[in-house]
């Protein structure tokens, strides 16, 4: 018997360097690549979850580097379940520019899960933000929190899927 696909979106945001791209990357070649191109990637990305027997789909979205401009057309967030917001932990305003994002995210889209996620844990000795500050904020605000690193890889299937598993109800 074939298995059901439960395919949803889910969408990437943040400030332009956080790591959007390279998370999407590692995720699905496994790899890193340091010169990263904003605007070489397809629209969007596929990514199969296996849960014991269903496979969920993730179609993950990537900017195009329009989020230099703090803006995305509706249809970027049109239909997206669930969203990582990502920041770099070694950069202060990337931390507060992810409220605008969640604010955006929620303009925009119905009842999304949201995922924080400080990127560039291998730079932790350049840490800026204190876990804490942050533990405290998605807390407050009824966020699952994550920190990666797309470039030796900690975490980023670990996130991927626990978004997966949050969006398609499976538990
Ligand atoms: P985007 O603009 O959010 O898509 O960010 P990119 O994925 O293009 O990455 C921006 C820059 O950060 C690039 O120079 C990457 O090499 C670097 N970068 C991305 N992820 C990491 C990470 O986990 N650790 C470190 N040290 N650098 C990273
Ligand atoms: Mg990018």
Redesign the pocket.
Known sequence: MDSPILKLKVV?L??????????I?RLITGR???????TINAMHNIYDFNFQEKIVQLQIW??A?E?KFHYLAPMYYHGAVGALI?Y?ITDEPSFERAKFWIEELHRNATTPVIFLVG?????ENQRKISLESIESFAEENSLFLME?????GENVEITFRALAKQVSGLS
């Open positions: 990437l943040g400030d332009s360097s956080v790591g959007k791209t390279c998370l990357n890193f690549n340091p010169k990263e191109e904003t990537d900017t580097g989020e990502v770099d990127n560039k844990i291998d730079l990666t690193s797309a470039k030796t």
